[in-house]
Nanobody, 124 residues
Framework: QVQLVESGGGLVQAGGSLRLSCAAS????????MGWFRQAPGKEREFVAA???????DYADSVKGRFTISRDNANTTVYLQMNSLRPEDTAVYYC??????????????????WGQGTQVTVSS
């Protein structure tokens, strides 16, 4: 069983920065692929970024160059550093774990564990 708890969301002006954290339980955290997804009001949840156990990463085109995903295996935490935020980044951000750590997937259904989400609001 894996439990994920996000934190770090909030209200920020356009152009500002936030860092989201996701604390994970589980003795084999280092083997998981960890992902961030987001869901804006009235829209479907979408992939944002993911990081393999080995450190390989992938990003949605809309956040490349602005967001950075990283992980601290010793502290079983994954981070999402978000810079140059835009109003269209406003959403609930979810952390997710894919226990098949050899892949990076953009597909929700391949992530078996999810956090409760944290709200990010970017004002113009």
């Amino acid at each position: 069983q894996v439990q994920l708890v996000e934190s770090g969301g909030g209200l920020v002006q356009a152009g500002g920065s936030l860092r989201l954290s996701c604390a994970a339980s589980g003795r084999t955290f280092s083997r998981y692929t960890m992902g961030w997804f987001r869901q804006a009001p009235g829209k479907e949840r979408e992939f944002v970024a993911a990081i393999k156990w080995s450190g390989g990463t992938d990003y949605a085109d809309s956040v490349k160059g602005r967001f950075t995903i990283s992980r601290d295996n010793a502290n079983t935490t994954v981070y999402l550093q978000m810079n140059s935020l835009r109003p269209e980044d406003t959403a609930v951000y979810y952390c997710a774990a894919d226990l098949w750590g050899n892949r990076i997937s953009k597909r929700e259904y391949e992530y078996g564990y999810w956090g409760q989400g944290t709200q990010v609001t970017v004002s113009s």
